[in-house]
Structures are given as structure tokens and as C-alpha cells.
């Protein structure tokens, strides 16, 4: 079960639809689930899932058809004992009860840069932080 706080890795795989991933995407940052949110999926997502405290990992489309992106997705995972979901099964999955009040510090996305001139970063944005870039 996933509770506000938690962090959860979301990736779009190739040759798969966006909208499921954002509808997920706005929903777990709804109910106060931290999104980790790559650019790419590669080789470095380990070490993303580790800075970040990923407690699961969701994908977009079906394992069968994404081919070697998934199939990483799920040795990672299995390297550190995480349970893997297609974004679909998110999308349908009870939830806590989302935080309640004014926005707050709270971390609530994290993206990463291209990593064109080094290692991919992550940036980190709250609450507070999106909403005013939203009304800006």
C-alpha cells in the first residue's frame, strides 16, 4: 500500500502512451506520493531509485512489449526487493487519504535533467513550488 510520503519511480517506455503516466502522475502527487519522474531509462536508474527512496516502481505499457527497458526495470527492482507495477494497475489502486490544507515544503516530483554533460541530476519540486509556477 502506498501512503502519502512514499516515493514512487514512474517511466514512460517507449512506444507507449503518455496519457496513463500522466493521469498517474497527477494522481499519486494528489494523494501526497512523491513522483520520480526520468527523462530516460537507462543504466543510471538504479542509482536514481536509490537517492530517491523509491518504494516501487511503475511503468507504462505491458513487460512483454517493451522489451529491454522493462526487463532492466525489473532487475533493478529485484535487486533491491522492490514490487514493479504497470502504470495501469496504479491508476486503479487504492490509496491513503491525500494530504489536506494549504501547499506545503513537501516534495512532491522529482525530474531529471538529460544528463547531456554528466550524470542525469534529479530536481526537486514541492508542493508549494508548482502551484506557484502554476499561477505565475
Known amino acids: 500500500d502506498l501512503r502519502a510520503g512514499d516515493s514512487v519511480l514512474l517511466a514512460r517506455l517507449p512506444h507507449t502512451s503518455e ?12 494523494a501526497g ?10 543504466s543510471s536508474i538504479g542509482r536514481l531509485v536509490d537517492a ?3 518504494r516501487v516502481i511503475v511503468r507504462s505499457g505491458v513487460r ?36 489536506t490544507g494549504l501547499p506545503t515544503d513537501r516534495e512532491v516530483l522529482v525530474l ?3 544528463g547531456t554533460t554528466g550524470e542525469a541530476k534529479g530536481v526537486r519540486y514541492t508542493e508549494r513550488a508548482l502551484l506557484a509556477g502554476l499561477e505565475a
Not at 33 to 42: A, K, Q, S
Not at 69 to 89: F, G, K, Q, S
Open 19 to 30: 496519457v496513463p503516466v500522466a493521469v498517474a502522475l497527477l494522481g499519486l502527487m494528489v
Open 33 to 42: 506520493i512523491r513522483v520520480v519522474l526520468p527523462m530516460t531509462v537507462d
Open 64 to 99: 512483454e512489449e517493451a522489451g529491454p527497458l522493462a526487463e532492466l526495470m525489473e532487475r533493478v527492482a529485484a535487486e533491491r526487493d522492490l514490487p514493479t507495477e504497470c502504470v495501469n494497475a496504479v491508476l486503479t489502486a487504492p490509496v491513503g487519504d491525500p494530504p
Open 52 to 54: 530517491t527512496g523509491c
Open 112 to 114: 531529471t535533467t538529460s
